[in-house]
């Protein structure tokens, strides 16, 4: 069990960090701005503690990533990709087939 959390400590720490960077925001200004002190995110992406279940929330809510989009490891950059199905939703149907069709020849 212990490599398993182990393994968990490390992803949750990578995840972290990387969401972090993609909103550009250095690790000690997202500390204070969840009303932590100053190295508290250091001290999680370093793999020296984990937050609390509330605090969990609070870098959740902070990056704009719901905790199952936090965990969800496949998925980059889940802010951005919220604000583009926000977009897609108010397209029109044509222009959403329109988009449609470029993303499937882009892929």
């Known amino acids: 069990m212990a490599v398993i959390a182990l393994d ?3 992803k949750f720490a990578e995840r972290l960090a ?3 960077i993609e909103k550009g925001v250095s690790a000690r ?3 204070l701005s969840i ?3 100053a190295g508290y995110i250091n001290n999680i992406e370093n793999k020296n503690n984990l937050p609390s279940m509330s605090a969990f929330f ?3 809510e902070y990056l704009h990533v719901t905790p199952k989009e936090f965990f969800d490891l496949d998925t980059e950059n889940p802010e951005k990709l919220n604000q583009v199905i926000a977009d897609l939703k108010a ?3 044509e222009r959403f087939a329109n988009i449609s069709a470029i993303i499937r020849d882009l892929k």
């Open 8 to 10: 968990w400590e490390e």
């Open 18 to 20: 990387q969401l972090r």
């Open 29 to 31: 200004d997202m500390s």
């Open 35 to 37: 009303g932590q002190s």
């Open 58 to 60: 609070y870098i959740c």
């Open 91 to 93: 397209l029109s149907p």
